[in-house]
């Protein structure tokens, strides 16, 4: 995505990107966070909503009764009315949905980046910026930006945002990015990682910063906390050392991110994704409909609503949102800098038939065709939602055996409750691999690089691949 | 392990590292460097020794006939009656082997450090140095040293010495250490990760660096090479990419090495690696002797021969070798600066009934029950010679159908050979983990950090551990 250039409505022509500044370094890969205020939209439901909960989860747009959007609840004060002349939606707004587009654009001005549209749906809010995107959930924000923007200047004014809401603790922070391709173009806290890291452990407790694949070579950062009561670093607090948060059960929801960074894209496929006035194409949001339909990147997913942008003269942006998972994609297609970025949260079983690896495999592919490119990064985040143990139980019940008991330690199970002693295959068992995705090989590329982490509630697989000769 | 002061028998005392100068900043954690020249310290015999080499692998020290002492053949010209007297011994020395104490002596003066004494049995050689430990195997030299040594300035010259034997290729290289305490003390080309790498580049093509752990905190430094014909690089080259190298099956031999790198050691626990004269203790070598049997240290193999060295004022460093691999142990007591290292290549599951993870477990009990740290890291680097295909086949013989055949990409073994398409279950299979140690929990400590990497013909199994409150 290039954010230089106006399309044909004028709708959009930020000066300091102008075109007549441009010096063909366009810094495609994006700053990526999430800030998590709660561990789910249900839970802030609960904090903020009416009694009867699910009567309002069940509201819908179309049809609803006045009580049932009476329960669109505001915890600072704006009444239901306001949210729906605000928004001209009926959706059950709670939390970071309550707030105002101008909110979130004087917000954006800190990261040196503007909305160029809103779409939602009942569970999600989506906008699509100048320098990528935006999903603004109940209890969480995901905000993506690549360019030479400052995503990280605008944490305070988010956290300020949500605790004006009353959403004063932070559950969870999840910081990444590739490495640069024009480092010396960043502007500050951006200009490396050690000095991104220093920022956000000035904000956060327990923070964990990794470099991700090889240092000499593609790579990947990620900053992250553990889930905490609060990771919010308060004055004068001492750190104690994290303890996993225990939650109800139905506010945890599985998640998964998983995202295809590409460089090194095919010249010739590129061409898709750059503006043809010569052809009569439009731009903006219908050239960006046009890009979705020759690419079939807007139709990678059933039922999905999708909000695009073709870039003048060039780059192209795409929000898409299935129920309450998103996906979004971001293509700066000159070949001095090529690179394109997929992202999703939609479960990979999600409506097929295919095992997570293989639906995984299916998405790299259906991704990779379309930009050819000559290297890329695939990164899967997952939370855990079963053992290996209880993987194995399932599927081959007669390999756990509780007769032996050599190795009995204790067993804290997700939650931090503490059960029986388990058998030494138990706990053999037990401590193995947590569910943890696949990456398969990939037709055409070998693979130089597979690792897995494990976190506090996640498992991340990473991958990189390159073309072969 | 301490360099400074010197023994009762004044052996050693180094002038540059002598006790006046010491400050409080011992940097324990030492750089390790594996440079293999060849795939195994078979394929050297083959390469370089006579054409009836099981009797040459039989021959004995103890009663050998002059016959079989003849088949000790030195690429260089030495005679066998040269290296005999060289090393008082009649073992069969190939490749490496055959390079005298003097020539190694000269070369470790680049690193800063001398040869306190040697030990070695019929595979092996073992160095224990000032400031930690070499092993010289017929194929690869294993160096590793502590302190502000300049260890890989020793590089060209370990070339240069292998080249003159006819060992003119490098098979594989690693590279690997702890994040130093003190950074600003080291020496170039230590003084920081970058400068390392950039080093090891001018030199090996294809190498990969890596940060393993935390950026934020406790974090291991890896580089290596992937297997290669030869991975030294040479001058106006076309690099290009690597190829796993094809080698015989009897010229592959399971490669493990454990490390076990603990700092904040429990003061009391560390009175014993300090040299006590008040209680009449010798230091050097019987003190040594000492610190192994009141620590248990000396006896954590059977059937092994042990080295160690206690210097004065304080600490310990231990060389053991069991038939064809080696232990080795280095203690910083000091509370300023506690570091305790253990490293292996004994297979873990070597004259044990359990499996290698709860094997892992055993040796990491024994280890940290001595030195009670208050932080730890694991690695574990091994080969694999299982894929997680074969193992399910082994295990669980009824998951494996062949009947459905979705996805049949062509398989590639380990040594390059394309074989049968796979079916779809199985392909599944096979691309998943491959043989991986489980790290277990530890009591008393919370696991913060579990990372596993695959390499070309390796895997990675990396954990840090911090001492629960």
Known sequence: MKPEGSNSAGEF???????????????????????????SANSVRKQFGPASPDSSLSSSPNGSSLDERQVCYSPNGTSVIDLEREFNDTYPRYGLRTVSRKVWEDMLELVHCQVLNLIKNEQVDSYLLSESSMFVYPHKLILKTCGTTTLLAAVPRIIEIAASLGLEKVWRVFYSRK?????????????????????????????????????NGDHWFLYLTPPQENCLKIEGEIEEESHQHVVDDDDEAEDVTVEILMTELCPKAMEKFYHHPEEDQPDAGPGGKDVERITGLGSIYDNCLTDS??????????????????????????????????????????????????????????????????KFTITVFNSQTETHFENIQRHHPESVHTSSHVYTPYHHDRRGNQ???????????????????????????????????????????????????
Request: charged letters at 20%; proline letters at 6%.
């Open 179 to 215: 490495s640069f391709m024009f480092p010396d173009l960043q502007k500050a806290p951006h200009r490396n990682w050690p000095d991104e890291v220093a920022f956000l452990d000035g904000w956060f407790k327990n923070g964990a910063a990794y470099t991700v694949g090889k240092t």
């Open 419 to 469: 059960s029986r002693p388990r058998s030494k295959v138990e706990h053999e068992l037990e401590s193995s691999q947590p569910k943890s995705v696949t990456i398969h090989d990939v037709k055409g590329y070998r693979k130089t690089d597979r690792i897995l982490y494990e976190f506090d509630g996640y498992n991340l697989n990473f991958a990189h691949f390159v073309k072969r000769n």
């Open 309 to 374: 942008f073709l870039f003048t003269p060039c780059g192209f942006s795409l929000n898409g949102l299935i129920e309450s998972n998103y996906y979004t994609i971001h293509v700066t297609p000159e070949q001095s800098c090529s690179y394109a970025s997929f992202e999703t949260n939609v479960s990979l079983s999600k409506g097929s038939d295919l095992t997570e690896s293989l639906a995984l495999s299916k998405l790299i592919k259906q991704v990779t065709d379309v930009f050819q490119p000559g």
């Open 13 to 39: 022509q930020p000066a300091s990107t102008s075109e007549e500044y441009y010096t063909g370094q366009f810094e495609g890969p994006e700053k990526l966070l999430e800030l998590w205020f709660s561990p």
